[in-house]
């Protein structure tokens, strides 16, 4: 079954310092990947996508993320957070053809001065 | 904002009761997604609409009906209502099902509270 893990339920990471959120996926083929951001009494926004071609792609708010097929990973990073990155991350996958969004189950992310 | 407007914001409603939410998509998107955000099942998709016809079905009860209006706006429709249903329930849209590089957009979500 087509499926997203995000292992870290919360993280907590000091103002400035670099941050490294994981997602691995399970699919048949290469899904489309994306990382969402919500924060508290909001709605998804998208960060950033991975449909195909440079490994590395850039999001806003200063994220980026890597895909590494070998590893089935799309690890979401910046390297300096901000007490506004305060919110839950979710990293989805669909796969080709397939309109529907699969989420993991998010991550919580904490910023401490 | 992503141009996805979502009304009620929130909703109480007592088990065995009815409600309707409504989701206004992006100008130009043609395609409506309801996903529904709890506790227990994190985030899930239920049910996409193309342009006024269903197209894909996911984790969406018996007991909840959706529809897409001629002015793309939609409505999911919730019966019987039961406490399990509490959650936020959240539309977005996209431009055009027969891309897939459609990214889809998010509304603010709906927040239903069952008592």
């Known amino acids: 079954a087509q499926s997203v893990t995000q292992p870290d339920i919360h993280i907590t990471v000091s103002e400035g310092a670099s941050l490294e959120l994981r997602c691995n996926y399970s699919?048949?083929?290469?899904?489309?990947l994306f990382w969402y951001v919500q924060s508290p009494g909001q709605g998804l926004q998208l960060l950033l996508k991975?449909?195909?071609?440079?490994?590395l792609v850039q999001g806003i708010k200063g994220f980026e993320a890597e895909f590494k097929r070998s590893q089935s990973s799309f690890n979401l990073r910046k390297p300096s957070v901000h007490w506004s990155d305060a919110a839950e991350y979710f990293c989805?996958?669909?796969?080709?053809?397939?309109?529907?969004?699969?989420f993991g189950t998010g991550t919580r992310l904490t910023i401490i001065p | 904002d992503s141009g996805v407007t979502q009304t009620p914001k929130h909703l109480i409603t007592a088990t065995g009761q009815r409600v309707t939410l409504r989701c206004s998509p992006r100008?130009?998107?043609?395609?409506v997604y309801w996903y529904q955000q709890s506790l227990d099942q994190g985030l899930q998709f239920l049910i996409q609409?193309?342009?006024?016809?269903?197209?894909a079905k996911g984790n969406i009860l018996e007991r909840f009906s959706a529809q897409q209006f001629p002015d793309l706006h939609s409505e999911l429709n919730l019966s019987s209502l039961e406490l399990g249903d509490s959650a936020l329930y959240f539309c977005?849209?996209?431009?055009?099902?027969?891309?897939?590089?459609?990214?889809?957009?998010f509304g603010p979500g709906t927040r239903l509270t069952v008592l």
């Open positions: 977005a849209s996209s431009v055009d099902m027969q891309s897939s590089y459609n990214e889809q957009f």
């Open positions: 989805a996958a669909k796969g080709f053809g397939n309109e529907k969004l699969t």
């Open positions: 100008s130009g998107d043609l395609s």
């Open positions: 991975y449909f195909s071609g440079d490994t």
């Open positions: 609409y193309y342009n006024g016809e269903e197209r």
């Open positions: 699919y048949g083929a290469t899904p489309y």
